[in-house]
């Protein structure tokens, strides 16, 4: 069955340090999200892509937070410099995109748990 | 307003027995989705189930019931015949407007079973 692939699965650094995520979507998927969170808290969106372009980066510290799909197929969310407020899981998700599916559901990857000391 | 409201702090259920999970929603758009979303301690997202706004049916999917009032602006999440592997956080989210758009999670409910 196919997965959302996420690297890696745990990461420490330390705060003012520069870190990266990489996460590889369900192949065939269009769109690809990034979500953060927070420990005791549903996710919430970082970053949102239809194939290589960003579609919504609203909620993005874009002072801090980088986000890439060069090729529109799998992806980096990077963090320079990392803050303690950054401590949290960080999810990808990917779906098909077609508008017109009704489920259109999203498929989550493991995550990456980082730790900000 | 919160999109998404889950107020259960935390619930027990004895295994086998079902239990209803709840979740309100407050949204202006006439076509949205609501999904269900399991989270064991392990951290994956697991979908459940999804209704749709214009669904005149409840959703079913195997031991997964979603009871959808959409006057009320609910859509509680229903476990028949509780299992020991059930135990998890459990989190109910919205999608407004087009089919790709992100999802609205709320805090999630927690959820023990006990044997």
């Known amino acids: 069955e196919a997965e959302v692939a996420q690297s890696p699965r745990y990461k420490i650094t330390e705060k003012s340090q520069a870190v990266a995520f990489w996460c590889d979507p369900i192949?065939?998927?269009?769109?690809l999200y990034w979500y953060r969170q927070i420990l005791g808290q549903g996710p919430e969106l970082l970053v949102q892509?239809?194939?290589?372009?960003?579609?919504?980066d609203s909620q993005l510290p874009k002072d801090r937070f980088s986000a890439e799909r060069l090729k529109g197929v799998d992806s980096t969310l990077k963090i320079q410099p990392a803050e303690l407020g950054d401590s949290a899981m960080y999810l990808c998700?990917?779906?098909?995109?077609?508008?017109?599916?009704?489920?259109?559901?999203?498929?989550f990857g493991p995550g990456t748990r980082l730790t900000v000391l | 307003a919160q999109k998404i409201t889950q107020t259960q702090p935390g619930m027990f259920v004895q295994e086998k027995e079902a239990v209803t999970l709840d979740c309100t929603y407050d949204?202006?758009?006439?076509?949205?989705?609501l999904f269900w979303y399991k989270q064991p301690s392990s951290g994956e997202m697991i979908f459940l189930i999804y209704?749709?706004?214009?669904?005149?049916q409840n959703a079913t999917e195997g031991r997964y019931s979603l009871n959808f009032q959409k006057a009320r602006k609910s859509a509680n999440l229903v476990i028949s015949a509780s299992q020991l592997g059930d135990s998890a956080m459990y989190f109910c989210?919205?999608?407004?407007?087009?089919?790709?758009?992100?999802?609205?999670f709320g805090k999630g409910i927690t959820l023990s079973v006990r044997p």
């Open positions: 209704q749709g706004s214009y669904d005149e």
């Open positions: 192949s065939g998927h269009a769109t």
């Open positions: 998700a990917s779906s098909s995109g077609i508008l017109t599916a009704t489920y259109n559901e999203q498929f």
């Open positions: 949204t202006s758009d006439q076509s949205y989705g």
């Open positions: 892509f239809q194939d290589e372009s960003v579609v919504d």
């Open positions: 989210a919205m999608r407004e407007g087009r089919a790709n758009s992100k999802l609205t």
